[in-house]
Nanobody, 120 residues
Framework: QVQLVESGGGSVQPGGSLRLSCAASGVFSGNGMGWYRQATGKQRELVAA???????KIADSVKGRFTISRDNAKNTAYLQMNSLTPEDTAVYYC???????????????WGKGTLVTVSS
């Protein structure tokens, strides 16, 4: 049984940083990982994704500010978020997925999410 548990969310001022973690159990290695976010009233969007061997894809909206990484030994994925703005306020979800060439495809394995609030 796959379980994904996010942590690391919280409140931060604009310009600040947070590091989100996603601890996976059940299945981790051999699968891609993705971070999504959903702001109030908006659709869930892919923020960053990573392959099993560490290749990454970052959304244009956060490129240069967010970094995704994974530690296969710890079954954990991370999202380092720097230079946060109020537009980054959302619930952030961890996802287990597959890669098809350069496209990340989410499987139906999701964490419960962690709230990130960026406000002065």
């Amino acid at each position: 049984q796959v379980q994904l548990v996010e942590s690391g969310g919280g409140s931060v001022q604009p310009g600040g940083s947070l590091r989100l973690s996603c601890a996976a159990s059940g299945v981790f290695s051999g699968n891609g990982m993705g971070w999504y976010r959903q702001a109030t009233g908006k659709q869930r969007e892919l923020v960053a994704a990573i392959t099993t061997d560490g290749r990454t894809k970052i959304a244009d909206s956060v490129k240069g500010r967010f970094t995704i990484s994974r530690d296969n030994a710890k079954n954990t994925a991370y999202l380092q978020m720097n230079s946060l703005t109020p537009e980054d306020t959302a619930v952030y979800y961890c996802n287990l997925g597959r890669w098809y060439y350069d496209t990340y495809s989410a499987m139906d394995y999701w964490g419960k999410g962690t709230l990130v609030t960026v406000s002065s």
